[in-house]
């Protein structure tokens, strides 16, 4: 009896677990999903199931297709003239039109069907009039991952089956929970927003804005413009404060509402390991510093990996 019991207990710890990992929303900080993959496949730990919300459903696509590698490539030699060439400024629905980014990635990375990806991904998007979480795991992949970014504000909302739709951070920034409905037993969770409220802003030279050269046209003078001010503080001395711009309003307050609505999401629905990457020093639009956001996730994952192993019987 106890030999069957001990053999029924060793089957059970060699039953392969099914890896999800859920790669959360933060814009420029999801770079660093980038250097979390790369460690955990390094250390054996391949996840079957990648879901992903905004910039997180990017990456997971990615990396969902074996596209990876083109990924990193792309982001690495990003600059911050290259960043605002792919931006076309709209004031219908959004501040981004969002056709000359999207039309970039249609044309470098495959866009199949989501449910034809070597692995199985889903994306989190939100439904603009009804307010509903909207699971993506079917159709275009670049359609998904236009309605799963779609930043209020600064994206336009993105129309599939007749539902417009937008960032799937407003509902769910780490979509633990589309993991574990896809099928997942261990849930890998990557939360990019939890240092950033009450974080210490550098004002000593607030009053300087970074400078870069010539944009090549008038529309791209004015997104470079407004891009700088995103997420950035604007403040003078102490002794003679000023007001923050509205886009840093807009930025602060974005980061606000995930920060909260990701801890309510995480206290109802845990995570078996979350990774936390210290990103607070990044800006809304610090898409060129892919460099320092992998380098951060790395460090991140390192520090995680002992209890992945734990959970999943890779020690």
Same mark, same amino acid.
């Given at each position: 009896?106890?030999?069957?019991?001990?053999?029924?207990?060793?089957?059970?710890?060699?039953?392969?677990?099914?890896?999800?990992?859920?790669?959360? +929303?933060?814009?420029?900080?999801?770079?660093?999903?980038?250097?979390?993959?790369?460690?955990?496949?390094?250390?054996? /730990?391949?996840?079957?199931?990648?879901?992903?919300?905004?910039?997180? +459903?990017?990456?997971?696509?990615?990396?969902?297709?074996?596209?990876?590698?083109?990924?990193?490539?792309?982001?690495?030699?990003?600059?911050?003239?290259?960043?605002?060439?792919?931006?076309?400024?709209?004031?219908?629905?959004?501040?981004?039109?969002?056709?000359?980014?999207?039309?970039?990635?249609?044309?470098?990375?495959?866009?199949?069907?989501? *449910?034809?990806?070597?692995?199985?991904?889903?994306?989190?998007?939100?439904?603009? /009039?009804?307010?509903?979480?909207?699971?993506?795991?079917?159709?275009?992949? /670049?359609?998904?991952?236009?309605?799963?970014? *779609?930043?209020?504000?600064?994206?336009?909302?993105?129309?599939?089956?007749?539902?417009?739709?937008?960032?799937?951070?407003?509902?769910?920034?780490?979509?633990?929970?589309?993991?574990?409905?896809?099928?997942?037993?261990?849930?890998?969770?990557?939360?990019?927003?939890?240092?950033?409220?009450?974080?210490?802003?550098?004002?000593?030279?607030?009053?300087?804005?970074?400078?870069?050269?010539?944009?090549?046209?008038?529309?791209?003078?004015?997104?470079?413009?407004? +891009?700088?001010?995103?997420?950035?503080?604007?403040?003078?001395?102490?002794?003679?404060?000023?007001?923050?711009?509205?886009?840093?309003?807009?930025?602060?307050?974005?980061?606000?509402?995930?920060?909260?609505?990701?801890?309510?999401?995480?206290?109802?629905?845990?995570?078996?390991?979350? /990774?936390?990457?210290?990103?607070?020093?990044?800006?809304?639009?610090?898409?060129?510093?892919?460099?320092?956001?992998?380098?951060?996730?790395?460090?991140?994952?390192?520090?995680?990996?002992?209890?992945?192993?734990?959970?999943?019987?890779?020690?």
């Amino acid at each position: 009896m106890e030999n069957a019991l001990y053999n029924n207990e060793s089957n059970m710890q060699r039953t392969k677990l099914k890896i999800g990992l859920a790669l959360g +929303s933060g814009s420029a900080r999801g770079w660093s999903h980038i250097g979390i993959i790369r460690v955990l496949e390094e250390a054996g /730990i391949v996840p079957d199931i990648v879901c992903g919300t905004s910039i997180g +459903s990017l990456v997971g696509a990615a990396y969902a297709d074996g596209q990876l590698d083109s990924l990193e490539r792309w982001v690495r030699a990003l600059t911050w003239q290259s960043v605002i060439g792919l931006l076309d400024l709209s004031m219908n629905g959004g501040l981004i039109h969002g056709e000359r980014l999207f039309a970039f990635l249609r044309s470098h990375f495959n866009d199949k069907d989501v *449910a034809a990806l070597p692995k199985a991904f889903g994306a989190v998007a939100t439904e603009l /009039i009804t307010g509903r979480e909207v699971w993506l795991r079917e159709g275009s992949v /670049i359609d998904a991952l236009r309605a799963s970014a *779609a930043l209020p504000g600064l994206f336009k909302p993105y129309q599939i089956k007749g539902r417009l739709l937008v960032d799937g951070a407003l509902v769910n920034p780490v979509p633990v929970s589309l993991c574990r409905a896809m099928g997942a037993d261990l849930v890998i969770a990557v939360d990019l927003n939890s240092d950033l409220i009450g974080r210490h802003f550098d004002l000593s030279d607030a009053t300087e804005e970074p400078k870069a050269p010539e944009p090549p046209s008038t529309y791209a003078t004015v997104l470079d413009k407004l +891009s700088m001010k995103l997420g950035r503080l604007r403040s003078g001395p102490a002794s003679s404060p000023q007001m923050p711009s509205i886009f840093d309003v807009l930025s602060i307050s974005l980061n606000i509402m995930q920060v909260r609505i990701t801890r309510s999401r995480l206290a109802g629905e845990p995570a078996d390991v979350l /990774i936390r990457p210290r990103l607070a020093d990044f800006a809304l639009m610090d898409y060129h510093r892919a460099a320092q956001a992998i380098e951060e996730g790395e460090r991140a994952a390192h520090h995680a990996l002992y209890e992945i192993k734990e959970l999943s019987g890779r020690r």
